[in-house]
């Protein structure tokens, strides 16, 4: 008999519907029903696309045994992390104070007033590695709770008051400068990797936020180093095992510390961040490397997250079943045996793929199979013979058993994904990329967004999901409105940003001018979760501040500027410090130290030199360069969609582009080549 997950949308929490554990979804009435029997409550966090989170499931969940024990002791909630970040980020915060470490699944005893008091991870069904058993664990905080009452109130008592003491304040730190820039490259060139690419030992993540600031620093400041860094993990990161090298896309991190073997989940936001920084490595360098993996994972998206509403799901999963065992294993999908090659290409082209791929007979993954990679030393082969060679195999992939998919929409990810889909779109000259990335804001604005102009997190099918926004929502989705609004010439992406920053002062922000990552209003956890630092995605906070930056290069609002600037001042304690955990903020203090620029491009839009000079702006290197374009905007405001068109006058009735910052305009011109001198690499 179904539990009462039965009737939510997240396909995390409907995995556990048939378990035979009496699940609650987290809510009041979940913790009323502990102190109405007076237990204790065990949460449960997981996502879709975690492998680990599906064998404790297997193990433990669907065990009749455990189930019962569970289900007579504890009230037992299940949360998807990804439908409630609030509630994850505070108790893993109390997980990593308590343990060290963190994880998922993750598994947390309550009291009934939400107060934890014993943590953990993934638990085995036996005792194994030195960790106890789910059902130990179980059986140990039962005693505790029955035998020893005053100890569990008091620790959980201590645990929420520490949490409490670790307020943030940064807003008296001011706004980071060159020098704190300079020491955050510093700190990076100590850590990285320069035999393997990318930062520290294994696992090894895709450090999206840090490469965007490389490239950025580069185009500030014309630092080789930092350019270096960046061309050369994505080059190493493109030729691994973490990148599909048949359909395109990446997984979520590597084992080990040469990119070899991922951890097969594909999760929507590294393929959004990095579709976008291989598109700006490209822009800075021409690389036809970047260029490639910034199209096949823009393809990948479209062709394998894309929903029937025009939105991208959220992930696909790790595991999927073998077609020969028929067990249901981590990278069955992906992985080759040099036999397999040869089935389906025949024995020439068979060998030269496995040579190509790096293929071996011992297998670089289990059981003797490989991941694909495209080593450097490899054979040369002709583009076209390889092409044919990797069509054939996708096509033989294809019939496998495929990887299930999360299939609920987040915003926050959605937005990245808008912002890296209109990019490349532009960039490329591939209007259809463009199209899907404003079928997708579509989505968000008409399901995901209220009357108020309040963010939901989650819709599935078209449905709208319970659980309100958070800061990076407001963020990320503001961010996409805004790369939207400069590709398009829409002005009505703007005006929806402006919506989003300006509920992210009223809603988010601090009197000191910190950001909180839920609203004023939002439901009132143990403590109000509030980490300026990323994760796998940017985080809220300073998300929010580069969409505050931005959307005052486009209005010349003081307010915003001077929310992003206060909010920035974590990034002037935290930069120089552990740069690798701050790498979005760097990214925006490098706009912020640039301007950002202001691009205002102006003409009719019949003449094909308008698109050529809005291309070129596009183009340009500047960090955090703002672009509108369309018809000239007279000084009463009329006539133009966006504030920056505002007295811009055509020369010599030609298309005409203005570059502005800091409250000066360079030159005005007609010309493509001028107008990239200006928008291009500043050397110091």
């Known amino acids: 008999m179904p539990n009462r997950l039965a009737n939510e949308t997240s396909p995390y929490l409907l995995q556990h519907a048939d378990n035979p554990v009496d699940w609650w979804p987290w809510s009041p009435e979940a913790f009323a029903e502990a102190r109405e029997r007076g237990v204790p409550v065990l949460l449960s966090v997981g996502y879709s696309s975690c492998h680990w989170c599906h064998v404790m499931a297997h193990e433990s969940f669907e065990d009749e045994l455990a189930a019962a024990y569970m289900n007579e002791h504890f009230v037992n909630i299940k949360v998807d992390r990804e439908e409630r970040p609030d509630v994850d980020a505070v108790y893993m915060e109390a997980v990593q104070a308590a343990t060290g470490q963190g994880g998922w699944p993750m598994t947390v005893f309550l009291t009934a007033d939400a107060e934890p008091f014993y943590f953990g991870t993934y638990f085995p069904p036996e005792p194994r590695h030195g960790m106890p058993s789910f059902m130990q664990v179980l059986e140990g905080v039962r005693t505790a709770w029955v035998g020893r009452p005053e100890e569990v109130a008091e620790v959980a008592q201590r645990i929420v008051r520490d949490l409490a003491g670790r307020e943030l304040d940064y807003g008296k730190a001011g706004t980071p400068g060159p020098e704190e820039l300079a020491q955050a490259l510093l700190g990076l060139t100590r850590e990285y990797d320069a035999v393997r690419g990318g930062f520290g030992g294994a696992p ?26 960046a061309a050369d993990t994505c080059e190493a990161m493109a030729r691994g095992g973490i990148y599909d090298q048949l359909g395109g896309g990446f997984a979520r991190y590597s084992v080990d510390r040469e990119w070899v073997v991922p951890h097969f989940e594909k999760m929507l936001y590294d393929n959004a961040l990095l579709c976008r920084v291989y598109a700006h490595l490209w822009r800075a360098t021409g690389s036809d490397l970047a260029r490639r993996v910034a199209l096949e994972t823009a393809d990948f998206m479209v062709r394998e997250l894309r929903t029937d509403q025009g939105g991208f799901a959220s992930a696909l999963d790790a595991d999927s079943e073998d077609p020969v065992s028929g067990a249901h294993v981590e990278g069955a999908y992906y992985a080759w045996t040099p036999a397999q090659l040869r089935e389906v290409l025949g024995e020439d082209d068979g060998d030269l793929a496995a040579a190509c791929f790096g293929v071996t007979e011992e297998g670089t993954f289990e059981h003797g199979k490989s991941v694909l990679q495209l080593p450097q030393d490899g054979p040369v082969v002709e583009a076209g013979r390889l092409a044919a060679i990797k069509e054939q195999l996708l096509a033989e992939r294809g019939g496998r058993p495929a990887p299930g998919r999360d299939d609920k929409i987040v915003a926050a990810w959605n937005g990245l994904a808008i912002a890296a ?39 599935k099918d078209g449905q709208v999901g319970p659980n309100a926004g958070v800061l990076e929502d407001y963020g990320d989705v503001a961010e996409g409105f805004l790369a939207l609004a400069s590709v398009t010439g829409e002005g009505v992406w703007l005006e929806f940003a402006g919506f989003l920053v300006d509920l992210v002062l009223d809603q ?75 790498g979005h903020g760097l990214s925006v203090a490098e706009a912020l130290l640039d301007g950002p620029r202001e691009v205002a491009v102006v003409g009719h839009p019949e003449d094909p030199s308008l698109a050529e000079l809005h291309r070129t702006a596009l183009l340009g290197t500047a960090p955090g360069a703002v672009v509108a374009v369309g018809l000239p905007r007279a000084a009463d405001g009329s006539g133009g969609e966006f504030p920056l068109l505002a007295e811009r006058t055509l020369v010599r009735d030609l298309p005409t582009a203005y570059v502005c910052r800091h409250f000066v305009c360079a030159r005005p011109t007609t010309e493509a080549v001028e107008l990239a001198e200006q928008l291009g690499t500043v050397r110091p």
């Open 421 to 459: 889909l209109a990019e490349c779109g532009a960039y490329f000259e591939r209007p259809d990329l463009v199209e899907r990335a404003t079928e997708a804001a579509d989505l968000l604005v008409r399901v995901h967004m209220d009357g108020k102009a309040r963010l939901a997190r989650t819709s």
């Open 508 to 582: 988010f922000t601090a009197e000191d001018g910190s950001l909180y990552d839920t609203a004023h209003d939002a439901e009132r956890l143990i403590r109000r979760p509030q980490d300026p630092t990323d994760t796998a995605a940017p985080s809220g906070w300073t998300a929010a501040a580069g969409a505050l930056l931005s959307y005052a290069a486009h209005t010349g609002s003081q307010a915003h500027r001077t929310a992003a600037e206060r909010a920035l001042g974590v990034v002037h304690a935290l930069g120089p410090r552990v740069p690798r955990f701050i």
């Open 204 to 229: 090894k993540f895709p450090p999206s936020m840090v490469l965007e600031f490389l490239l950025r620093h580069h185009a500030r400041t014309g630092a080789e180093g930092a350019l270096q860094m």
